[in-house]
C-alpha cells in the first residue's frame, strides 16, 4: 500500500533561524511563513542560503538558533526521518535515485513500510491506479540509469506525490523541462495546493515560474531576508533588486558576422537508445564554423544519446561522423587533433574527477602534454598551477583555493570551471549539453556570454539542451530532435516558438 502520513496541507514557520558554520554565518535571523495550501516561491542567488534554510528544516542540518512550526506546533527536526514523519518530503536538485533499480522499485522501496518480501502483482496494480492520476508519465519498467535528466527530475516529484506528503519542497524542479512540460508539472502542482491537498516551497530562479504559479515569495541574500510577499503586489524589476541589490544584467555581447565552414558532419548514423529497444537515427546534420547550432527537444526524445555518440560513449550501428572531412570516431586523441571539446550535462558527475582539485580538473586537457606539443611523461606541476591561476580568473570561478576539491564548489562555478578548461586553446568545435542546468541567472549569463563569444571567434558549437529558451537566445540555427531523429529545422530568424513546439510533441 501507498504509505499515508496523514490528509490535507500543513503550513510550516521557520522563526529567526540563524545558522553558522564555525565563524562564518550562513542564515541570520530567517523568518518565513507558507501557510497551508500556498505556492511559496524561495529566490536567492547561489549562495544566498537557500539549500541551507530547507536544510534546517528538513533536519540536514540543526540551525544555531531559532525555532520551527510545522501545521502550528514546535517541531524539532533532530533528522530527516522526523520530517518524513511530519509529511516533509523534499525534490533535490541533484537526483537521489537508484540508478541501477526501476523506477517502479524506486517508488517502491521510498516506502517507509516496505515490506522484506514485495507483492510485485499487486504494488504494480497500485502503481498503474497512481499513474492514472498524474499529469505526466515516467517508464517505470526502466532502470533509472536509462531515464533522461527531464525523466528523473519526474520521477522524484512522482515520489514525493507517492508517498503522500503533504509540505513539499522543490530544488529547482523544472531546470531539464521544456517551458511545455515545466508548465504542465508546476500546474498540476499549483492545483494540488489549491485544492489544499499539499503545500509547496519551490526553489527557483525563474521569474517566470514565480510570476505565473507562486502565491508568495521569499527572497534571500547574503543569508537574509530581504524581502517578499504576495507575487501579485511584486514586480520582477523588484524581485530582481532585492535579489541581487540591483536589476539583473541583460547580456548585450553582440553576435558577429562569422565565415562559415563545414566542420562536423553526421551521415546515416544508427544506433540504440538507452532502452535498447528503438533507434537514434540522425542523418544530413552540419555544424558549421562561427554558428551555433540549436538541437531542441523534450527530454527523452535522444538527446543524451546523441551527446554519447559525439563523444564515443556510445557505439554506432552504422553511419559516419566526419571532422574537416575526416572520419572520425571520437576517441581522445582525434579530439586532440581535431581540436573538439565537450561540455556534457551534470559536468562534476560527467566532466570532473570530484574528489581531485579545482586545479588538477583543470588541467585535464594539459597534463600530460609538453610545452613543444608532443605526449609528457611527467606533470608539471608549476604549470599546472598556472594555467589554474590563469583560467580561475579569467572564468571568475570562485573557490577557496586552487587545491580546493572541485565537489566543494557551487554548481555555476564547476561549469565556469569546465568550460574554462573546454574553451582553453584553440578550438574549433564545442559540443555542450544542457549549459545552464541549475544555474541562477547571474551564472546562466555569464555561460551563456562565453559560448557567444567563442561563436564569434569561429568555433562551431553544437547545443543540444532542454530549455528552449535557450535555444531561442543562442541559436543561429536550430533543429528538433523527437523520438530518435531530426524532424524540424528552421534558421532563428524565421523560428516560431509555437511551430518548434509542435515539432517537439511530435506533431508536424
Given at each position: 500500500?501507498?504509505?499515508?502520513?496523514?490528509?490535507?496541507?500543513?503550513?510550516?514557520?521557520?522563526?529567526?533561524?540563524?545558522?553558522?558554520?564555525?565563524?562564518?554565518?550562513?542564515?541570520?535571523?530567517?523568518?518565513?511563513?507558507?501557510?497551508?495550501?500556498?505556492?511559496?516561491?524561495?529566490?536567492?542567488?547561489?549562495?544566498?542560503?537557500?539549500?541551507?534554510?530547507?536544510?534546517?528544516?528538513?533536519?540536514?542540518?540543526?540551525?544555531?538558533?531559532?525555532?520551527?512550526?510545522?501545521?502550528?506546533?514546535?517541531?524539532?527536526?533532530?533528522?530527516?526521518?522526523?520530517?518524513?514523519?511530519?509529511?516533509?518530503?523534499?525534490?533535490?536538485?541533484?537526483?537521489?535515485?537508484?540508478?541501477?533499480?526501476?523506477?517502479?522499485?524506486?517508488?517502491?522501496?521510498?516506502?517507509?513500510?516496505?515490506?522484506?518480501?514485495?507483492?510485485?502483482?499487486?504494488?504494480?496494480?497500485?502503481?498503474?491506479?497512481?499513474?492514472?492520476?498524474?499529469?505526466?508519465?515516467?517508464?517505470?519498467?526502466?532502470?533509472?540509469?536509462?531515464?533522461?535528466?527531464g525523466e528523473k527530475q519526474k520521477l522524484e516529484i512522482l515520489k514525493q506525490l507517492y508517498l503522500g506528503n503533504r509540505f513539499l519542497i522543490l530544488d529547482e524542479p523544472t531546470s531539464v523541462l521544456t517551458p511545455s512540460e515545466a508548465d504542465e508539472v508546476l500546474g498540476?502542482?499549483?492545483?494540488?495546493?489549491?485544492?489544499?491537498?499539499?503545500?509547496?516551497?519551490?526553489?527557483?530562479?525563474?521569474?517566470?515560474?514565480?510570476?505565473?504559479?507562486?502565491?508568495?515569495?521569499?527572497?534571500?541574500?547574503?543569508?537574509?531576508?530581504?524581502?517578499?510577499?504576495?507575487?501579485?503586489?511584486?514586480?520582477?524589476?523588484?524581485?530582481?533588486?532585492?535579489?541581487?541589490?540591483?536589476?539583473?544584467?541583460?547580456?548585450?555581447?553582440?553576435?558577429?558576422?562569422?565565415?562559415?565552414?563545414?566542420?562536423?558532419?553526421?551521415?546515416?548514423?544508427?544506433?540504440?537508445?538507452?532502452?535498447?529497444?528503438?533507434?537514434?537515427?540522425?542523418?544530413?546534420?552540419?555544424?558549421?564554423?562561427?554558428?551555433?547550432?540549436?538541437?531542441?527537444?523534450?527530454?527523452?526524445?535522444?538527446?543524451?544519446?546523441?551527446?554519447?555518440?559525439?563523444?564515443?560513449?556510445?557505439?554506432?550501428?552504422?553511419?559516419?561522423?566526419?571532422?574537416n572531412g575526416t572520419p572520425y570516431g571520437a576517441t581522445r586523441a582525434e579530439a586532440r587533433a581535431h581540436a573538439i571539446r565537450f561540455l556534457p550535462e551534470e559536468p562534476l558527475r560527467n566532466a570532473c574527477a570530484p574528489r581531485m582539485s579545482v586545479a588538477e580538473n583543470?588541467?585535464?586537457?594539459?597534463?600530460?602534454?609538453?610545452?613543444?606539443?608532443?605526449?609528457?611523461?611527467?606533470?608539471?606541476?608549476?604549470?599546472?598551477?598556472?594555467?589554474?591561476?590563469?583560467?580561475?580568473?579569467?572564468?571568475?570561478?570562485?573557490?577557496?583555493?586552487p587545491s580546493a576539491r572541485i565537489a566543494s564548489l557551487s554548481g555555476g562555478n564547476v561549469q565556469r570551471a569546465v568550460l574554462g578548461r573546454e574553451l582553453t586553446g584553440d578550438v574549433k568545435a564545442l559540443i555542450v549539453s544542457n549549459p545552464c542546468f541549475g544555474l541562477?541567472?547571474?551564472?546562466?549569463?555569464?555561460?551563456?556570454?562565453?559560448?557567444?563569444?567563442?561563436?564569434?571567434?569561429?568555433?562551431?558549437?553544437?547545443?543540444?539542451?532542454?530549455?528552449?529558451?535557450?535555444?531561442?537566445?543562442?541559436?543561429?540555427?536550430?533543429?528538433?530532435?523527437?523520438?530518435?531523429?531530426?524532424?524540424?529545422?528552421?534558421?532563428?530568424?524565421?523560428?516560431?516558438?509555437?511551430?518548434?513546439?509542435?515539432?517537439?510533441?511530435?506533431?508536424?
Amino acid at each position: 500500500m501507498i504509505y499515508k502520513c496523514g490528509n490535507g496541507a500543513i503550513s510550516v514557520q521557520t522563526l529567526h533561524t540563524t545558522m553558522r558554520f564555525g565563524s562564518f554565518t550562513a542564515l541570520e535571523d530567517v523568518s518565513i511563513t507558507i501557510p497551508a495550501g500556498t505556492f511559496h516561491a524561495l529566490l536567492g542567488e547561489n549562495g544566498a542560503g537557500k539549500s541551507t534554510l530547507v536544510k534546517c528544516m528538513m533536519g540536514f542540518y540543526h540551525a544555531t538558533a531559532g525555532e520551527l512550526l510545522v501545521a502550528g506546533s514546535e517541531a524539532r527536526m533532530t533528522d530527516p526521518k522526523v520530517a518524513q514523519k511530519l509529511g516533509l518530503g523534499m525534490v533535490y536538485q541533484h537526483f537521489t535515485l537508484v540508478p541501477s533499480l526501476t523506477g517502479a522499485e524506486n517508488l517502491v522501496i521510498s516506502r517507509a513500510d516496505t515490506p522484506a518480501l514485495i507483492d510485485w502483482r499487486y504494488e504494480r496494480a497500485a502503481l498503474q491506479t497512481f499513474m492514472a492520476k498524474m499529469p505526466f508519465s515516467v517508464p517505470l519498467d526502466q532502470p533509472v540509469s536509462r531515464l533522461a535528466a527531464g525523466e528523473k527530475q519526474k520521477l522524484e516529484i512522482l515520489k514525493q506525490l507517492y508517498l503522500g506528503n503533504r509540505f513539499l519542497i522543490l530544488d529547482e524542479p523544472t531546470s531539464v523541462l521544456t517551458p511545455s512540460e515545466a508548465d504542465e508539472v508546476l500546474g498540476h502542482v499549483r492545483a494540488l495546493t489549491t485544492a489544499g491537498v499539499i503545500t509547496v516551497l519551490m526553489i527557483t530562479h525563474k521569474f517566470r515560474e514565480v510570476s505565473a504559479f507562486a502565491d508568495d515569495v521569499s527572497i534571500l541574500r547574503r543569508g537574509k531576508y530581504v524581502g517578499g510577499g504576495s507575487v501579485a503586489d511584486l514586480s520582477v524589476d523588484e524581485m530582481s533588486h532585492a535579489m541581487m541589490g540591483q536589476a539583473p544584467v541583460i547580456s548585450k555581447r553582440s553576435r558577429k558576422a562569422t565565415v562559415r565552414q563545414p566542420v562536423l558532419t553526421m551521415q546515416g548514423i544508427k544506433a540504440l537508445d538507452r532502452t535498447g529497444l528503438k533507434d537514434i537515427e540522425i542523418d544530413g546534420v552540419t555544424l558549421h564554423s562561427g554558428e551555433i547550432l540549436g538541437i531542441a527537444g523534450i527530454s527523452g526524445n535522444g538527446q543524451m544519446e546523441l551527446m554519447e555518440i559525439l563523444t564515443g560513449q556510445r557505439r554506432m550501428e552504422r553511419g559516419e561522423i566526419r571532422v574537416n572531412g575526416t572520419p572520425y570516431g571520437a576517441t581522445r586523441a582525434e579530439a586532440r587533433a581535431h581540436a573538439i571539446r565537450f561540455l556534457p550535462e551534470e559536468p562534476l558527475r560527467n566532466a570532473c574527477a570530484p574528489r581531485m582539485s579545482v586545479a588538477e580538473n583543470i588541467a585535464f586537457r594539459m597534463f600530460d602534454e609538453g610545452k613543444d606539443g608532443k605526449a609528457a611523461f611527467w606533470k608539471d606541476a608549476g604549470a599546472i598551477a598556472r594555467n589554474a591561476t590563469n583560467l580561475i580568473e579569467a572564468f571568475n570561478v570562485k573557490t577557496s583555493s586552487p587545491s580546493a576539491r572541485i565537489a566543494s564548489l557551487s554548481g555555476g562555478n564547476v561549469q565556469r570551471a569546465v568550460l574554462g578548461r573546454e574553451l582553453t586553446g584553440d578550438v574549433k568545435a564545442l559540443i555542450v549539453s544542457n549549459p545552464c542546468f541549475g544555474l541562477d541567472f547571474a551564472a546562466v549569463s555569464t555561460i551563456r556570454d562565453r559560448l557567444v563569444e567563442a561563436r564569434n571567434q569561429g568555433t562551431a558549437i553544437l547545443l543540444i539542451s532542454e530549455d528552449l529558451d535557450e535555444i531561442m537566445e543562442l541559436s543561429d540555427r536550430i533543429l528538433v530532435m523527437s523520438e530518435g531523429r531530426i524532424t524540424f529545422e528552421t534558421p532563428l530568424a524565421s523560428a516560431n516558438v509555437a511551430e518548434i513546439g509542435q515539432h517537439m510533441a511530435g506533431h508536424s
